[in-house]
Antibody
Framework: QVQLQESGPGLLKPSGTLSLTCAVSGDSISSNYWWSWIRQPPGKGLEWIGEIFSGTTKYNPSLESRVTIAVDKSRNQFSLILSSVTAADTAVYYC?????????????WGQGTLVTVSS | DIQLTQSPSFLSASVGDRVTITCRASQGISSYLAWYQQKPGKAPKLLIYGASNLQSGVPSRFSGSGSGTEFTLTISSLQPEDFATYYCQQLNSYPLTFGGGTKVEIK
C-alpha cells in the first residue's frame, strides 16, 4: 500500500531554512496525483502549504514568498523548503497524496514530523 | 480565499448518540469537500470525499451530505473510537483550506 514518510531536522534557529523530505513507497512520484504539504501548529488546526504535480506547483499565498516544493524522481520523494523561519513556523509538518478529478481528496498522509523554531 | 466555518467547535456526547457537524463555506464549492478525523498525535484520516462518498474501510455510521456552501458530517451512533477532532477541507479552489475543527469528547 501507499506510504509516506517525512524526514528532516526537528530543531531550527530563527531566520534559518526548513528543509523536509517526504519519501513515497507503494506508488510512483510520477503517478497521476498531487503531492502536498500541510502543517499544524501545536494545539491548532491544519494549514495547507502547497503541492506539486508534473512540475506544476501551487502554494498558499500566505507562504508563497518563502516556499519551494520539488520532486526528486530518482529517489521517489518530494521536498519542502521554507526560508526565513520564525517561531510561528513551529508545527507538525505532514506530507500527503491528493487525488485529482471530481472526487479529489487527501487519502494518504505521512505520520508527521515536528519542527521547532527556537534560538 | 474560501473560508470554512465548522460548528460546533466543541461537542460533548455519549456513546450511542447521533452527532452532526456542520461546515459552511464562504462561497460555493460544489461538492469538493472532504472530511477527516484526527486523533491526538496522529495524522488526519480521510472519512468522506466528494461531500458524500464514504472512504473505503470507514464504518457506515459515518455519512456526509451537502453541496454548494453547507455540508454536514453525521455519525449515526457514536462509538468510543470516534472521540476525536474532525476537520472539513475544501478542494474547489486554491488555496486549499480547512475548517477550524470540531472536537468530539465523551460526556
Amino acid at each position: 500500500q501507499v506510504q509516506l514518510q517525512e524526514s528532516g531536522p526537528g530543531l531550527l534557529k530563527p531566520s534559518g531554512t526548513l528543509s523536509l523530505t517526504c519519501a513515497v513507497s507503494g506508488d510512483s512520484i510520477s503517478s497521476n496525483y498531487w503531492w502536498s504539504w500541510i502543517r499544524q501548529p501545536p494545539g491548532k488546526g491544519l494549514e495547507w502549504i502547497g503541492e506539486i504535480f508534473s512540475g506544476t506547483t501551487k502554494y498558499n499565498p500566505s507562504l508563497e514568498s518563502r516556499v519551494t516544493i520539488a520532486v526528486d524522481k530518482s529517489r521517489n520523494q518530494f521536498s519542502l523548503i521554507l526560508s526565513s523561519v520564525t517561531a510561528a513556523d513551529t508545527a507538525v509538518y505532514y506530507c500527503a497524496r491528493k487525488s485529482r478529478g471530481e472526487l479529489r481528496s487527501m487519502e494518504y498522509w505521512g505520520q508527521g514530523t515536528l519542527v521547532t523554531v527556537s534560538s | 480565499d474560501i473560508q470554512l466555518t465548522q460548528s460546533p467547535s466543541f461537542l460533548s456526547a455519549s456513546v450511542g448518540d447521533r452527532v452532526t457537524i456542520t461546515c459552511r463555506a464562504s462561497q460555493g464549492i460544489s461538492s469538493y469537500l472532504a472530511w477527516y478525523q484526527q486523533k491526538p498525535g496522529k495524522a488526519p484520516k480521510l472519512l468522506i470525499y466528494g461531500a458524500s462518498n464514504l472512504q473505503s474501510g470507514v464504518p457506515s455510521r459515518f455519512s456526509g451530505s451537502g453541496s454548494g456552501t453547507e455540508f454536514t458530517l453525521t455519525i449515526s451512533s457514536l462509538q468510543p473510537e470516534d472521540f476525536a477532532t474532525y476537520y472539513c477541507q475544501q478542494l474547489n479552489s486554491y488555496p486549499l483550506t480547512f475548517g477550524g475543527g470540531t472536537k468530539v469528547e465523551i460526556k
